[in-house]
């Protein structure tokens, strides 16, 4: 169960983490080689869930919604993209306005979170009705206030917000409801 439910709980870190970039107006001249350096540090990121259109395409709209202004404060094209799987999204101070134009961007750019994280949930070790279970529970306004909230405050985000707090809940309840209580038990032999 605990691994299962980390996994579920650590991948919108890790895919907001991993898509972390951008400044300004993503069609100057300015902001290109920004843009192309996150763009090309997400398609290297293992694990990143899109393609190279995808990339560029988040990138270009990372740049529009926060800014060229921060993205340069963060150093080099060079180095930005070395920080940017790492990037921590309050270093940024975004606005929740900014963070939600961000996750919406994801969207945008054919990349649906929620959908991603029920991904993970489905393996043939998982039962069918954790599925469902999770694919109820976890709704869109659950998800979307959860990465926007990470984005915020960081990895606190599951204690901190009202989406961390009912993305915990949702994950243990569907996951231990199915077993009656311990999704480890199967890793036990009697």
């Excluded at 991993?18 to 694990?47: Q, R």
């Excluded at 917000?161 to 009656?180: H, I, N, Q, Y």
């Amino acid at each position: 169960m605990s691994r299962r439910f980390l996994t579920l709980a650590v991948l919108p870190a890790a895919l907001v983490l991993a898509s972390c970039g951008g400044g300004g107006d993503s069609k100057s001249a300015e902001a290109k080689p920004y843009v192309d350096a996150m763009s090309t540090s997400m398609t290297d990121e293992e694990g990143f869930p899109g393609d190279e259109k995808q990339a560029r395409c988040f990138s270009e709209g990372f740049v529009d919604i926060v800014g060229i202004d921060k993205v340069k404060k963060m150093g080099t094209p060079a180095e930005f993209a070395d920080d940017s799987t790492g990037m921590e999204f309050d270093e940024l101070n975004l606005t929740r306005d900014q963070g939600g134009k961000l996750y919406d961007q994801f969207g945008d750019c054919d990349m649906d979170m929620r959908e991603l994280m029920l991904a993970e949930a489905e393996d043939e070790d998982t039962p069918a009705e954790v599925k469902a279970c999770l694919d109820e529970e976890l709704t869109d306004d659950i998800v979307k206030d959860f990465f926007v909230t990470m984005m915020l405050d960081g990895e606190d985000a599951l204690e901190k917000s009202d989406g961390g707090t009912k993305l915990t809940e949702a994950l243990m309840g569907c996951m231990m409801g199915d077993t009656g209580g311990d999704m480890g038990e199967d890793s036990s032999s009697e």
